[in-house]
């Protein structure tokens, strides 16, 4: 097990504040990092520590993780765990493990997870690709911050792992396109082995899969033209390392191209034993390295760039940051959140005004139904997010557009959401009309129950306010409500004639009375200004 220990000491680091513990099971290492964190969110290592274990050999080559491997998992963690004996980390608070692609994929993955806890106690957690986007940006967030030009420009983010790609497009700072492709390291090493193809020929078979990879993410990306590539990862870490040997870990260090290229040619040139000799790196991290900085350095030329940027974050990074609850439901990552909506919008050329006055509308009557849908304010993000994209399926056809807008969102990459959140907000978009939920539509019956009355509530919620804006041109422009005895009273300030709306609240609100047992009348509240 290789161990790295960090700068500070456990009784040094920001007075008493105590640790916290990351492991990252990933597809050719298993990682832990114990940190501290600053009140700023800012992490502060106590030590590092990997084992390899390769899990993606098994599963991209066998589907699933073989019998051995699990027994070196197991062992990796239990080291893990006495480590974190010695840190006195204890509490399931202060710890959350990961697993990513390769244990995603394995046919035999509630087998593995159940292996490693009973063995060890510690539940793992397997992330989707939303997951990992989102944790990806709060892991970079403060190179945003201390750096102007970063944010004045249009910049890829990107990760080769082991079973997959990860690409997130910021724009000023903005997620504005989140992608994961299935291209990963180790599976283009496999694909070389599975050929035994020469070493001499090993570079034009991992360029030409490589290839078809950064076509689409170029096909994907918005036409704007990209400034940067920050690409994250130890393999490009490595790469920074030899060529910039006085990088400051902290900052992001550039690395030309002709450089990385170079580079990237020699490592292609030896073998994996070879690698392993001259570089000092583990067995897997040397099958992963040489694909790796070949794909940075393919993407960086079909983008014209001149340079790289490398970063010493990792996902775990933003683990940590989660772990505190200091950035996840902060104003600037529910932000984030809504601005990748907005996008999604615009592609399906929404009605953004309508749009967006039904989200407020939403938002208002969220906060006032809280005694009686008992959801908390992730909930609201939810609802705020399925009111921004409810009309989209009208790109596809207005007829049956709340199916298509429920198609849409499901294929739908939104940042900050895991896939079972992008699932909700589909569910509440395709029921702001016509039918209620039933047992028989598929989707929603194969929810749990908690999940099933989230649905219903949400969606109770966008019915009405989409009614109130049945006109689409805006001209109730706030309201108000009470409870009295079965009646939701909605007050609408400043119209004379509600005839319109109040059709449209007959015609769409029986899904609010079924849900909260409440009629919703609409009352008229002053009179029109002179």
């Known amino acids: 097990m290789q161990k790295k220990t960090g700068t500070l000491a456990p009784e040094k680091c920001h007075g008493a504040a105590d640790p916290f513990a990351v492991i990252d099971i990933g597809t050719t290492s298993t990682r832990m990092t114990i940190a501290t964190i600053d009140q700023k969110g800012m992490a502060h290592p106590l030590e590092y520590l990997t084992q390899a274990v390769s899990l993606g050999k098994d599963t991209f080559t066998k589907g699933s993780i073989e019998k051995g491997t699990i027994s070196d998992c197991v062992r990796a963690l239990r080291n893990f765990r006495r480590v974190l004996e010695e840190y006195g980390i204890s509490s399931d608070d202060r710890i959350r493990a990961v697993a990513t692609t390769a244990v995603r994929e394995a046919t035999n993955r509630d087998a593995f997870l159940d292996r490693l806890y009973i063995a060890t106690g510690i539940r793992i957690e397997v992330l989707d690709d939303m997951d990992v986007a989102r944790l990806t940006f709060l892991s970079a967030r403060s190179f945003f911050e201390r750096d102007a030009a970063l944010v004045r420009g249009q910049n890829i983010m990107c990760e080769i792992g082991g079973g997959s790609t990860e690409v997130l497009v910021l724009e000023k700072g903005n997620i504005v ?110 099958e992963t390295v040489s694909p790796a900085l070949l794909f940075y350095t393919m993407l960086a030329k079909s983008l014209k760039l001149k340079s790289v940027l490398a970063s010493d974050i990792s996902m775990r990074h933003g683990i940590l940051i989660e772990l505190t609850k200091t950035e996840s439901g902060g104003e600037d990552f529910r932000r984030q959140i809504i601005h990748s909506a907005w996008e999604t919008a615009r592609k399906y050329k929404a009605d953004e005004k309508h749009a967006h006055h039904v989200s407020s509308l939403c938002q208002i009557l969220f906060a006032d139904l809280a005694q009686e849908h008992r959801l908390g304010p992730w909930h609201g993000m939810i609802l705020t997010v399925a009111a921004i994209l409810h009309d989209i399926g009208t790109f596809v056809s207005t007829r049956s557009h709340h199916k298509h807008s429920m198609y849409l969102i499901e294929n739908s990459e939104l940042f900050g959401l895991s896939r079972k959140d992008i699932h909700l907000v589909s569910l509440i978009a395709r029921y702001h009309r016509r039918a209620s939920p039933k047992s028989t539509h598929l989707e929603y019956a194969s929810l749990d129950r908690d999940a099933r009355l989230c649905v219903a509530k949400l969606a109770a919620i966008l019915r009405v306010a989409d009614s109130l804006d049945r006109s689409h041109n805006q001209r109730i422009s706030s309201v108000s409500s009470r409870r009295e005895r079965d009646n939701f009273i909605i007050e609408i300030p400043y119209i004379e004639d509600l005839t319109l709306e109040q059709l449209a609240v007959q015609n769409k609100c029986d899904m609010f009375e079924e849900v909260y047992g409440l009629s919703v009348l609409l009352e008229k509240k002053g009179s029109v200004p002179v």
């Open 177 to 286: 396109a989140t992608h994961s492709f299935k291209l990963g390291a180790l599976r283009l090493r496999e694909m070389l082995e599975k050929f035994n193809a020469p070493v001499v020929r090993q570079r034009e078979l991992m360029e030409s899969e490589i290839k078809r990879t950064v076509e689409q993410i170029l096909h994907s990306i918005p036409p704007s033209h990209i400034r940067n590539i920050i690409a994250i990862g130890a393999d490009i870490r490595f790469a920074a390392s030899h060529i910039v040997p006085d990088w400051n870990i902290s900052e992001l260090a550039r690395l030309p191209l002709a450089s990385l290229d170079t580079f990237s040619h020699h490592i292609i040139g030896l073998s994996v034993n070879d690698c392993v000799k001259q570089y000092h790196l583990s067995y897997p991290d040397a």
